[in-house]
């Protein structure tokens, strides 16, 4: 005798080989034995075989026409023998009941399960319902299965161009494009940002960086609301100055300036100027909100994305020929030996005679001219005095350094400025310390390390940057102790050399130094009750939320602007069709290129001394997952990268301050308009070149 029985929501039939009460034990046609249940058991017979009955079973019911079984069915509830009995007439065969079972087991939506071998046909409106839902199925598979094939052959469906960013950084997975994209990638053995490349769904893989990056810091765009023009104060007192400012040729964003005035017995005043737009910005009005959103201003090579709208910018940014609001330290010098005798902030406005750029004056204005008071060109004069304020500025850092426990600054580093017209890219080499550079970084630090003690005396909180902890060179972990941290409170920078030092001079594009601004505008106008009429109040929780996400936007767009600098890099390569390039061995398997700031891994390559100077084989490079691939042709020469190789890595934060300070505002240069790491990679900072070269946007 052999059953037809349920297990485990399948049907099955075998041949019984004891019955114990009301459970069989059961051969399945395979060989399996199994205990089944007498209430499992819906039927039994004695011919065919199992295995034959099975079979014909699943061929009635394959044939079974399930609207007509649904309509002989009616609508109130039944067993399968009553059905099988009315649909195939007398007594049905065992296949044939059996095979209605299956019918009905396997098609939810005509029958709904009511019981053990019981039914219901489900509703009129019900069944239509799930038909219409299972055909717009059948149809989306269909224009599915279109999509794949046309994604297979390097096409992109007209769909799938409005939602290329959608189905890259943020998918529907249940959608049909996102399927379509998955099974084509899973078949060509791609990923999804290769294929969308390859098939137009990004014009280049530039296009799609920048894409990457707008869609998860910029989601509602780049650009800016309607908003209104803030109104600036009329009773500014104007300066008795003709300052000028010092920025690359592509700086928009001039936010500070100088200016030179000699005075009687030897003495002379020095103006350090600051676009003021704290004075009309206030504190959560739509102007600062929006301000507060961005953090800052975006870099990267031939483009940026400004903290503020360009039509704001422009009341405050101190171009030539203009009369500006700014906030003024003024520094009264002894010319003999430079000291300081007093110094005064004001907030006024100030005449802009001459904005000056680097790529005009660098070859001018070097040290052997001005020692020797040689060559020709504007502001000759002023410049002279603020260079030898400036030397004497940095002798003063390295002294307080050095007494801090730190290593002079190394002096033999590389900047390198990216020029991109027409997507073709210029990187040109700069040495990082020539003059200009030298005096826009060290007046910089003294209005902010100035600054930051005004804001302290005066008791009210501000946005510091600071380096280092007390104790000097202790033992412990000596690079986690050195990294910069900000805090709301004055503290040494260790690696800059100066006991307080908070970001204050480019309030057009960082929000810290629009903060601090504020502040200090408080401490200037209000004297000692500062702490009571401050933007910001000492312990205020949202100072302390502001620094966190600062902090978390800057790191981000550093990120991004390292990622898009290593991509122009890898543009220059084509572009200059370089193959064979000189590069100097940083650290183990890490390399740099010598002509551009590009750095490359290769894993295998034989020990080569750090510092070494060696020849390279650029064999191929990937533009969008940012990979180059090269081989090592030859060892040239040796060059001495430092000393103390975790010193040089704790030294590259203080680096980055810097940089920031000796061409804040310039859009070209490749280290500092957001990195906190060194982003050139200069000789002395092997790990450093680790963590931001290889990083894939």
Not at 527 to 555: E, M, N, Q, R
Not at 576 to 605: F, H, N, T, Y
């Amino acid at each position: 005798m052999n059953v037809f029985f349920e297990e485990s929501g399948d049907f099955k039939a075998g041949s019984i080989l004891s019955q114990a009460g009301e459970a069989f034990q059961v051969e399945l046609p395979t060989g399996k034995r199994t205990k089944v249940k007498g209430k499992d058991v819906f039927l039994q017979f004695s011919a065919p075989e199992p295995a034959d009955m099975m079979e014909q079973a699943r061929a009635v019911a394959a044939d079974m026409d399930l609207g007509f079984l649904w309509e002989v069915a009616g609508q109130e509830e039944f067993s399968f023998t009553e059905l099988a009995a009315e649909y195939f007439g007398g007594t049905p065969a065992t296949h044939e009941t059996a095979g209605l079972i299956l019918a009905l087991h396997q098609s939810p939506v005509y029958f709904q399960k009511k019981g053990r071998g019981r039914y219901k046909a489900a509703p009129e409106a019900t069944l239509k319902a799930a038909l219409a839902g299972i055909e717009k199925k059948k149809q989306q598979l269909l224009i599915q299965a279109a999509y794949v094939e046309q994604l297979k052959q390097h096409q992109l469906p007209d769909a799938f161009k409005p939602l290329a960013r959608a189905l890259l950084f943020k998918p529907d997975k249940n959608g049909i494009e996102y399927k379509a994209l998955a099974e084509a990638c899973e078949q060509l053995q791609t990923t999804p940002a290769r294929l969308l490349l390859e098939t137009g769904g990004f014009a280049s893989a530039k296009d799609l960086h920048l894409a990457r990056f707008h869609y998860e810091h910029f989601p509602k765009g780049t650009g800016f609301p309607e908003l209104p023009m803030p109104v600036l104060p009329d009773d500014l007192p104007v300066a008795d100055v003709a300052a000028f400012s010092i920025d690359d040729v592509t700086t928009t964003e001039i936010d500070d300036a100088f200016s030179v005035t000699p005075l009687d017995d030897g003495k002379v005043r020095i103006g350090i100027h600051i676009a003021a737009p704290a004075l009309a910005i206030q504190r959560d009005d739509a102007i600062d909100q929006l301000a507060r959103s961005r953090m800052s201003t975006v870099y990267m090579p031939g483009d940026k994305i400004t903290m503020l709208p360009d039509s704001l910018v422009d009341v405050f940014t101190l171009g030539e020929g203009q009369t500006r609001p700014a906030v003024s330290l003024y520094t009264v010098l002894d010319t003999q030996d430079w000291s300081v005798l007093s110094t005064e902030t004001r907030i006024e406005k100030i005449p802009v005679a001459s904005n000056l750029r680097h790529n005009d004056l660098d070859a001018l204005v070097t040290e052997e001219n001005l020692a020797a008071g040689a060559g020709e060109y504007p502001h000759k004069a002023d410049i002279a005095y603020i260079w030898q304020w400036a030397l004497v500025l940095e002798k003063a850092r390295m002294a307080k350094r050095e007494a801090f426990g730190l290593k002079p600054e190394q002096n033999n580093r590389v900047d390198f400025n990216f020029y991109v017209e027409n997507d073709v890219v210029s990187i040109v080499r700069r040495k990082r310390g020539a003059p200009l550079d030298k005096m826009v970084a060290e007046l910089m630090i003294f209005a902010n390390s100035t600054w930051g003690k005004l804001m302290a005396d005066h008791g009210i909180p501000g946005i510091y940057r600071a380096q280092g902890v007390a104790g000097g060179r202790g033992p412990g972990n000596w690079t986690a102790r050195m990294q910069v941290r900000m805090l709301t409170h004055a503290a040494p920078h260790q690696g800059l050399g100066v006991d307080q030092y908070a970001w204050s001079t480019s309030p057009l594009r960082r929000y810290t130094d629009l903060i601090n601004q504020w502040q200090i505008i408080a401490c200037v106008q209000h004297g000692i009750t500062a702490p009571l009429v401050a933007p910001f109040k000492p312990k205020d929780a949202d100072l302390y939320a502001i620094v966190s996400g600062f902090d978390a936007a800057y790191s981000a767009y550093a990120d991004f602007q390292s990622g898009m600098e290593r991509y122009w890099c890898l543009r220059w390569l084509q572009q200059e069709q370089a193959r064979q390039v000189d590069a100097v061995v940083l650290k183990d398997e890490i390399l740099r290129l010598s002509d551009i700031p590009l750095v490359i891994r290769m894993p295998g390559m034989a020990q080569v001394a750090r510092g070494a100077q060696v020849k390279l084989d650029i064999l191929r490079w990937d533009e969008l997952d940012l990979s180059v691939e090269a081989r090592l042709l030859e060892v040239l020469g040796q060059t001495d990268l430092g000393e103390d190789e975790a010193e040089d890595e704790a030294d590259a934060d203080a680096d980055a301050d810097m940089s920031e300070e000796m061409s804040a505002d310039s859009e070209a240069e490749t280290d500092v308009a957001t990195s906190e790491d060194a982003q050139t990679m200069p000789e002395t900072e092997p790990q450093d070149a680790v963590d931001t070269g290889l990083n894939a946007v």
